[in-house]
């Protein structure tokens, strides 16, 4: 079974800082990993990493993939009220195309 | 821009009464999901369909059933509800499952007394 963990669980930060959001994973065909920011309602969809695309950015967010550790980190750099949110990892596996969450991760930022 | 499109937003249930969930989206995608949210569980995949016609089994498949009425409209009906399906269930949709881009609806809320 495919298995996700994020941590740390929940993260209470000052605007302006930086902070880091960790993912592991095991899957038995990895294709992709995902990042969604889940604000009040619906999930949306940030980054995709692949074996062939392991890092990805955009504005003031970044992601990298570490198919050795099976693991990502997505940083936010400069934080701002609007990134508190969860923040959610999934995995595709090749075989089935079936995405697999972790519990998310929830980032407070206080102004 | 609609995309999908959830209903009802909120319901209240008597453990045993049945209902239906409504899904429909307007991107014209193959693939459609339902997913439930619990605190501390993440997202976890309920049924899905590949295509009009197919439905398959996801992590949590017990006390539902589904339907893929057309290419827009997919259903979840929880038969004879039971208190361990309070929950946020959340449609989705995706053109390309390869791509891991799916597009949420916005939550269903529902509360089995």
């Known amino acids: 079974e495919d298995k996700v963990v994020q941590s740390p669980l929940s993260l209470v930060v000052h605007e302006g800082d930086t902070v880091t959001l960790n993912c592991s994973y095991e899957?038995?065909?990895?294709?992709?990993l995902l990042w969604y920011k889940q604000e009040k309602k619906a999930p949306t969809f940030l980054f995709m990493l692949t074996s062939s695309g392991i890092e990805k950015k955009s504005g003031r967010l970044s992601s990298i993939l570490d198919k050795k550790e099976l693991s990502s980190i997505l940083n936010i750099t400069a934080t701002q009220t609007g990134d508190s949110a969860i923040y959610l990892c999934?995995?595709?596996?090749?075989?089935?195309?079936?995405?697999?969450f972790g519990t998310g991760t929830r980032l407070t930022i206080i102004p | 821009n609609a995309g999908v499109t959830q209903t009802p937003k909120f319901q209240v249930l008597k453990t045993g009464q049945s209902m239906t969930l409504q899904c429909a989206q307007d991107?014209?995608?193959?693939?459609m999901y339902w997913y439930r949210q619990d605190p501390g569980m993440g997202l976890r995949l309920i049924y899905y369909s590949a295509s009009e016609g197919t439905t398959d089994k996801g992590e949590v498949p017990n006390g539902y059933n589904v339907s893929r009425l057309n290419k827009r409209e997919f259903s979840l009906r929880l038969e004879s509800a039971a208190p361990s399906q309070t929950s946020v269930y959340f449609c989705?949709?995706?053109?390309?499952?390869?791509?891991?881009?799916?597009?949420f609806g916005e939550g269903s809320r529902l509360t089995v007394l």
């Open positions: 991107m014209n995608h193959n693939s």
């Open positions: 999934a995995v595709i596996n090749f075989g089935n195309e079936k995405l697999t």
């Open positions: 989705a949709s995706s053109g390309d499952p390869t791509t891991g881009e799916l597009f």
């Open positions: 899957v038995t065909n990895f294709r992709s």
